[in-house]
């Protein structure tokens, strides 16, 4: 079962991670099931975490300067508004 979490997208991961939640707040699943969809959600979670990591190591792979130093740019949640207005 291993094997196949790791062929598993990222975007199936996190769907499948969703409807676990949405299992364990529906308050309708006898503690052992809570209980394995739990650690269920844990797995997915890790799987995810792990992805996000590897994607963000790639990410600073690919934006080295000349030298092979990562370059790091702030990401903009809304472009063209100052976050100073907000304040």
Sequence with gaps: MAEEKEAKSFETAIKELEAVVAQLESD?????AALERFEEGVRLTRYCTA???AAERRI???TRDEEGRPVLHP?????GVDPA???
Aim: aromatic fraction near 0%.
């Design 28 to 32: 309708e699943l006898p503690l052992e």
């Design 51 to 53: 992805a996000l990591e």
């Design 60 to 62: 600073q792979e690919l």
């Design 75 to 79: 990401l903009e949640a809304d472009a």
């Design 85 to 87: 207005e907000d304040a």
